[in-house]
């Protein structure tokens, strides 16, 4: 074929790709008015591709003296320790560790204990956190400041052991992902200790198409107890509940969930209970939405201090 007539058939193909590339592509500007995205998709359907499915944790501390029988007997009698395995159930125990499922429904006595019209000095706030499914977050318990110096006996895989700690504290890290339903938890407890130091840390609200990012952090050395891991599923009416056994001194569990009283020596001991929901990219619930004011009133800018006549300038003189 002559060269000319070669190069004219190859670029007449070119032209004719790219007219029918062109037409089966929608403009921009089309696809917004539509509401249609990528591949016939609508944009709450690509949000829920690209954004990372989130899990609602509220939690509730309540704290209590340890002889307290709302937290001593009504909570675990009304809640059920057995949604664990039994042998799970047996290293949590000798560890003095609890944790048991409870429906929504509680006695009155702890329905008073978490009511948010309780008195203002008995009254628990719920901390509200939004992660990503399957993420973990820690939950920071026992002594509000660190222990200078801490024995602990557990009781782990390699049989029972005794480890010290310098300047240590007490957490919990909590993940939920959503399980045919009801909500997958897990929970692993944790000793920091040590004094502060800076270390690579995994990055924290990464999305499913994003690499595995790690940052700098400064804080305590982490020990995590997997040979104590829970995992248990919540149904859609349940709360989970973590606590100890108070009359085992020593016990991990018990330095966790129980400290002394500011300025007094009379020990208190703490039930954690969470509640977990998935929930959208920006919706968390539990969470009254804010109703901005009807109307707006215009204000002066020197009543704010702000403008020539605050600041005394030529123009606010004249």
Known sequence: MDRNLWALACSTIAALTMAVGCSLIKPPAEAERSGVSLGGMGNDQLVDLLAPRRIALKVMIATRPIDDPELREIVWTAADEHVLPPEQ???LEANGLRVAVVDTVFPPEVEELLSPEAPVGQRID????AVP??????????PDEAAAHKTLFLSLGGGAVGRDYEHVRGAVRVSASQADGGMAMRVVPEIHHGSDQLRYAPAENVGPFEPEQFVMRE???EESFRDLTARLTLGPEQVLILGCWPDRPGSLGHFLFTKAEPKSDRLLQTVVFIWATPTGATEIPWVEPVTPPSSLLRVDPSELGV?????GGPEGRQ
């Open 307 to 311: 403008g020539p006549e605050a600041s």
């Open 219 to 221: 804080g305590k050395l």
């Open 126 to 129: 719920p901390t509200i956190v």
């Open 89 to 91: 159930r047996q290293r």
């Open 133 to 142: 499914d399957g993420h973990a977050t820690p939950i920071m318990l026992g």
